[in-house]
C-alpha cells in the first residue's frame, strides 16, 4: 500500500501510539490483577437456561410440524400432484357415501371445494409469473 504523507509532518507516518484523553496518572490506579479460580461445577449460565427451556409456541410448532418422508413433495411440482392426489381420495371418499345430506358428506364436500379454489389459485399465479417472465 503506498504511503500517503499530509503535509510536511512525519506525525502520520509514524502512526498513533497512544491516545489520552484524561489525566494520565488518573490511569494508573487501576486495581491490582489478581488470579480467579474456575468454578468447581461447570453448569450453565442462566441466560443459556432461560433460551434454551422449551416454550409452548414451540411445543406447539413440533406438534404440528408435518413427517415429510419424501423431500420430493416439497418441491412446485410434488406438492400439485399431492393435492390432485388428495382431491381424488376425497372424491372417491364421497361416492362411497350413500347419503349426500350426512355431516360427513357434507366434511367431504367442502374439503374437496376448497382444494378446487387452491388448486384453482396456483393456477392463476403460475399463469400471472409466467406472463411476467415472457414481459
Known amino acids: 500500500m503506498a504511503e500517503m504523507h499530509i503535509g510536511h509532518s512525519p506525525y502520520f507516518a509514524r502512526g498513533i501510539e497512544s491516545i489520552v484523553t484524561g489525566d494520565p496518572k488518573a490511569a494508573s490506579h487501576l486495581p491490582e490483577t489478581r488470579k480467579l479460580l474456575p468454578l468447581e461445577d461447570p453448569g450453565r ?80 399465479a403460475q399463469m400471472y409469473a409466467n406472463a411476467l417472465v415472457a414481459g
Open 45 to 124: 449460565s442462566m441466560l443459556d437456561q432461560l433460551l434454551a427451556a422449551p416454550t409452548f409456541d414451540a411445543m406447539l410448532d413440533d406438534l404440528i410440524r408435518p413427517i415429510v418422508d419424501d423431500l420430493s413433495q416439497l418441491s412446485p411440482r410434488g406438492f400439485t400432484e399431492g393435492l390432485n392426489a388428495a382431491r381424488s381420495t376425497l372424491a372417491r371418499a364421497a361416492e362411497r357415501i350413500d347419503d349426500a345430506r350426512s355431516p360427513e358428506a357434507r366434511v367431504l364436500a367442502r374439503a374437496q371445494r376448497l382444494l378446487d379454489e387452491h388448486l384453482e389459485l396456483r393456477a392463476l
